[in-house]
């Protein structure tokens, strides 16, 4: 039986095809998938829960960027409930499966196979992908570490870019409420053996009010954005054996972060080189090497009880460098689909800060380090029945943290001028073991056991950070986090019907906290709320995900997703009163739902309902946030072959919904109704 391209999809978007395009067969092949093993194996053959975004589903979204659009995946969850457009860059950690979010991501998110974690914070600039350029996305919940290494705890993100075939442009524009307007232009030529694809972009949004309405004063004004991107990328295929390429990115953009004296800005440049050589059934060689370079800055204020004065608290640089490479080897031996290979990445990066004290001057401090982490593995996936696959990997880590220093001048009494952290080296070890049977012709098991892990970014180590009067420390002695999990899930096709049903169970050793502090370290002020970054003993998340889907016909299809999550403190001996506490910014309960319409020759239509249960925003289990509901609209038609126009609407209903919680009792707010207009074309 031959599955279904991008089963149980858990965004409910309207597809949104120019007129010559057909409608979407039921049973058409299923797409590649490489963030399993890191070799190619279709979707339903990967012993592993995997989620595909389609370019179809990308069109009918009514969501503008990346992490909104992932939202709909069920255990796709970032650090605040904020989306990108207005959120602060540094709280755009990614999460899956509820394990441990905070503004480092626990899962690894990798673009045409090259990582876009951020070097120094491991965070993701989510609006430097833009979704114009996206071929499709895969999201593979489960530990990955035996496989990609650092990062890969909960799982990966792979996007693919669009390829070029022939000569083509593409462009999107819209223009919507709040005076957001959004510009994507996408190039494509094909000159004999050469591909070539460039793509710029530009977003611009006056924002919206991102503190309650009645907890706000005289300081408080939107949060406006604005972005740019270019990417470029050309690629020679000499043969259908071997090929070259050559990428390059550029991005800036601009935050107002609320009030008149915090922003953030952002350059960043990165270049990719690769190749690839041989094929699977003789050996395959697959070569890229990386490198980026980033400026960030971003001001933190202190802001008066009633909120009507504020005065400048820090302004943070942080200058950042990274290089990385892989080096893949894969091959069939009858049965067998052999992989082995390494990568690396080396890290610099420090961050330069002027202090105020009630907005006068008190000192600057400078802070940072360099890392090194390179790891080898080996895979195997044996067939010995077509309705049977076992899979398993091996890899080893080498983490090296060294020349962490810090500098403050003039130094306050009893702290040092300058201080030298010791030099932190580990060897660490993953594994993963896995098991698909086809039972049925319709029923398909898996069982898994995993190991993950993931080293402290040069941020937790290092960078102090202030969210209005709630101050968190850094800490040079953290320890890797450790993932030992498993688990067993089931997949049932009954006619036009699939559902899909996973339990899984994670225990994470050292875990990398937020924790409130009794005694006030030097770098909180007075007045303000004090936590460090610190290692938790343990911390055990396990639930159960469930995807549904029913397409009735060409035209109507149906989707709905469940995930619980129950992710709890399980030991922590330096702070005992977190034992069995929830941890933060994880919700036990998270469901989506939505019907999508398509009739190229009338409209193209999709309706998505997204359910976010309560919350904790602290450690303490103190700062609870609500539930919520908000609804999202897309509609669309081809006016012609290459012409298409549409309109979308996010939180249809005007939703106010928290997204964040301070000690003093400052709310903040999502999103509120958006929406816009605009016009695709193609030629």
């Known amino acids: 039986m031959i599955r279904r391209a991008a089963p149980l999809l858990l965004v409910c978007f309207a597809v949104a095809p120019a007129a010559a395009q057909q409608y979407d067969d039921p049973t058409r092949l299923e797409p590649v998938v490489v963030s399993v093993t890191r070799m190619e194996q279709k979707a339903g053959d990967a012993p592993a829960s995997v989620t595909v975004v389609t370019r179809d589903d990308i069109r009918a979204s009514a969501s503008q960027t990346v992490d909104d659009l992932l939202r709909q995946v069920p255990g796709f969850s970032l650090f605040r409930r904020t989306s990108s457009v207005v959120g602060h860059p540094t709280t755009q950690g990614l999460s899956l499966r509820g394990i441990g979010p905070s503004g480092t991501s626990r899962a690894l998110v990798l673009v045409d196979g090259v990582p876009v974690n951020d070097a120094f914070g491991g965070w993701v600039y989510w609006n430097r992908i833009p979704l114009q350029g996206i071929q499709q996305i895969k999201v593979v919940r489960g530990g990955g570490s035996s496989a990609w290494g650092n990062y890969a705890l909960g799982g990966v993100v792979q996007v693919i870019t669009r390829r070029p075939i022939e000569r083509a442009a593409f462009f999107e524009g819209s223009y919507g409420t709040r005076d957001t307007m959004n510009f994507d232009l996408l190039l494509h030529d094909v000159e004999g053996p050469f591909r070539i694809a460039l793509e710029g972009s530009y977003f611009d949004t006056e924002g919206y009010m991102v503190v309650k309405k009645s907890r706000r004063g005289s300081i408080d004004i939107e949060a406006d954005s604005r972005h740019s991107t270019f990417n470029g990328r050309v690629e020679l295929v000499a043969t259908p054996e071997a090929s070259l390429f050559v990428s390059g990115t550029y991005y800036d953009e601009e935050r107002g972060n609320g009030t008149p004296l915090q922003f953030n800005r952002t350059g960043y440049g990165a270049v990719a080189v690769g190749g690839r050589l041989g094929t699977v059934a003789d050996g395959e060689w697959r070569l890229t090497l990386f490198a980026d370079d980033q400026k960030f800055r971003s001001t933190f204020s202190t802001q008066a009880a009633d909120r009507n004065s504020e005065t400048l608290a820090l302004d943070q640089r942080v200058p950042t460098t990274s290089a990385g490479s892989s080096l893949q080897w894969s091959r069939r031996f009858g049965e067998h689909l052999v992989g082995a290979g390494g990568d690396a990445r080396w890290v610099s990066g420090e961050t330069n800060e002027i202090v105020y004290n009630a907005g006068v001057f008190a000192r600057t401090r400078e802070a940072g380090g360099e890392q090194f982490i390179a790891g080898v593995f080996l895979q195997d996936v044996y067939t010995p029945h077509p309705a049977w696959e076992i899979s398993g990997g091996l890899r080893g880590d080498y983490w090296l943290s060294w020349n962490g220093t810090r500098q403050d001048i003039p130094p306050a009494a009893g702290v040092p001028r300058s201080q030298t952290f010791n030099d932190i080296e580990r060897i660490i070890p993953s594994a993963r073991l896995a098991t698909l049977f086809h039972a049925t012709p319709t029923t398909d098991l898996r069982a898994s056991a995993y190991q993950g892990f993931r080293v402290p970014t040069v941020n937790e180590q290092y960078r102090v950070f202030r969210v209005r009067n709630d101050v968190t420390v850094a800490n040079a002695t953290l320890r890797p986090e450790l993932l030992v999990g498993g688990e067993l899930g089931v997949q049932q096709r009954l006619g036009p019907f699939e559902g899909r049903v996973t339990g899984y169970w994670n225990e994470v050793q050292n875990l990398v906290a937020n924790v409130t502090l009794a005694t006030p370290l030097f770098d909180c002020p007075a007045g303000t709320t004090c936590r460090q970054r610190q290692n938790l003993d343990l911390a055990r998340i396990r639930g159960v995900e469930t995807e549904l889907e029913l397409r009735l016909s060409k035209e109507w299809r149906f989707v709905a997703s469940y995930l619980f999550a129950d992710a709890r403190v399980v030991e922590a001996s330096q702070q005992p009163g977190l034992e ?8 036990e309960h998270s469901a989506s739902v939505g019907v999508r319409f398509q009739h190229p020759g009338w409209f193209n239509a999709s309706l998505t309902a997204r359910f976010v249960g309560d919350q904790y925003e602290d450690d303490l289990n103190t700062l609870p946030l609500g539930n ?12 012609s072959k290459n012409v298409e126009i549409f309109a979308g609407v996010e939180n249809l209903f ?26 695709r074309l193609g030629f």
């Open 628 to 639: 919520y509901i908000v609804v999202d609209l897309m509609l669309s038609r081809a006016i």
């Open 580 to 587: 069995g506490k929830r941890l933060a910014q994880v919700p």
């Open 654 to 679: 005007d939703q106010t919904y928290s997204t964040g919680r301070t000690s003093e009792g400052v709310v903040s707010i999502g999103a509120p109704l958006l929406a816009r207009a605009g016009l």
